[in-house]
């Protein structure tokens, strides 16, 4: 899950997961957005660009 991925990549540091996307993963999603300069309307959505940013840092120790 999104939350799970966000623990995973160290930015969530409470351990959120609920399963949801609530306003406090949004909270989480948006410096991320803001740090990769990743524009989107309205903050926090997760789109295609969000997803490969997350995918990319998570998977830094993998060649594919």
């Known amino acids: 899950s ?3 991925l966000l623990v995973d990549i160290r930015q969530n540091p409470t351990n959120h997961i609920t399963g949801e996307y609530d306003a406090e993963t949004r909270d989480l ?3 991320l957005q803001d740090l990769n300069a990743i524009d989107v309307k ?3 959505i997760v789109e295609k660009l969000t997803w490969q940013m997350l995918r990319d840092r998570a998977c830094v120790a ?3």
């Open 2 to 4: 999104l939350q799970r």
């Open 29 to 31: 999603i948006v410096p």
């Open 42 to 44: 309205p903050p926090g």
């Open 62 to 64: 993998y060649d594919f």
